[in-house]
């Protein structure tokens, strides 16, 4: 197996890291990809007012999280976990007792690559790992880097590879921390890390998370889930704004009700739990063992007490996984939203779209139906406001 093995302060993680990693993944054929961001770097001070190294690592988690490949791309905290300064020698060390029998490749941009020699143990680390070296193809450093891949090759005996990109982003992580400082700089990040940043409050980014713009709260919103649901998230929003279109609904608050409906989606059920408790949710007793039940209820609570969102999004957000009887109509908008956006793909999901924008109450009838006959199908209980809604709205229809 070919392992590349990518170091560094991350301190931000921004889309040239990503674009290089991933490119390097397929230049040298790796098969697995290992961020390893640096507890203490041994070459220079973070700058002061740098976010911990344990911030750095969930950030790094996040962006490499966007590149979508999961169990071929990961992120270590083994520096973190090391003291002392993190030394690369010491971290291929470590990685060599790991994977005795696979190929490791160093990957670096130029300005390290030309400085390895001044490394610490630079004779070990060409012995334990490959080295390739990120080229921009406009830039003037190319015949450098091949001078020094032959330098390293006949004093080491180095294997060394030069990684043309074939584009670059613009900008270095000092450069991006002035720019965020004065409120700038965010293309240049992933969206997701760039809401981490705005919620821990990183680098003079200081926002106001109860007034947020609808750019800065989809942003906080998908730095808290997986980026698997990232597509979700926002098939759900847009979903939202064309239903209320449709129907006459605010359509600010049902884009602001799906860009926050799944907010919580991943948190644990002791997380789940102890939001309930600090906003005073009394979770009934089925609900206190899903936390698929739960993310709805605390989803809410987030929306409300930490983004500052409405009682209107906040009941929409709460009912948007069971359903109750009488939904108000963004209630029904962003339920039905959840269910049909464009990502979806069930038997049926075409007839109840088109129900959908013809007879609102006629697409959530159809929801309802299909929720209970598949609860009923993998024996999974109902929950009573499932049921509540069901028989509600199928007395009214009578009507």
Known sequence: MKIGVYGGTFNPPHLGHLISARFAMDALGLDKL??????????????????????????????????????????????????????????????????????LWLLMGADMFLSLPNWREPETI?????????????????????????????????KTRVVQLPRITPVSSTQLRELLKRGEGQRYLPLAVYGYILRHGLYGVQADLTALSNEDLRACSLSMVYAKRHAHILGVEEEAVRL?????????LARRGGILHDCTKYLSLEEHLAICEKYGIVPDELERESPKLLHS???????????????????????HTTGKADMSLLEKIIYLADYIEPNRDFEGVEEMRRLCYEDLDAGLLMGLEMSVEDLNERGVPIHKNTRGALEWLREHRKG
């Open 34 to 103: 290992i961020f390893v961001p640096a507890a203490v770097p041994p070459h220079k001070e973070l700058p002061e007012g740098s976010p911990s190294a344990e911030k750095r690592l969930e950030m790094m988690a996040i962006a490499a999280d966007t590149l979508l490949l999961p169990g071929k791309v990961e992120v270590s905290d083994m520096e973190l976990r090391r003291e002392g300064k993190s030394y690369t020698a010491d971290t291929l060390r470590q990685l060599r007792g790991q994977y005795p029998q696979d190929e």
């Open 126 to 158: 060409c012995a334990l790992a490959h080295l390739a070296a990120f080229a921009r193809k406009e830039g003037d450093t190319e015949e450098a880097l091949e001078r020094q891949g032959s330098y390293l090759s006949r004093t080491y005996g180095a």
């Open 244 to 252: 209320a279109k449709r129907w006459g609904a605010d359509q600010e």
């Open 297 to 319: 209820k605390t989803g809410a609570a987030l929306a409300r007490n930490l983004y500052g969102q409405n009682d209107e999004i906040y009941w929409a957000i709460y009912w």
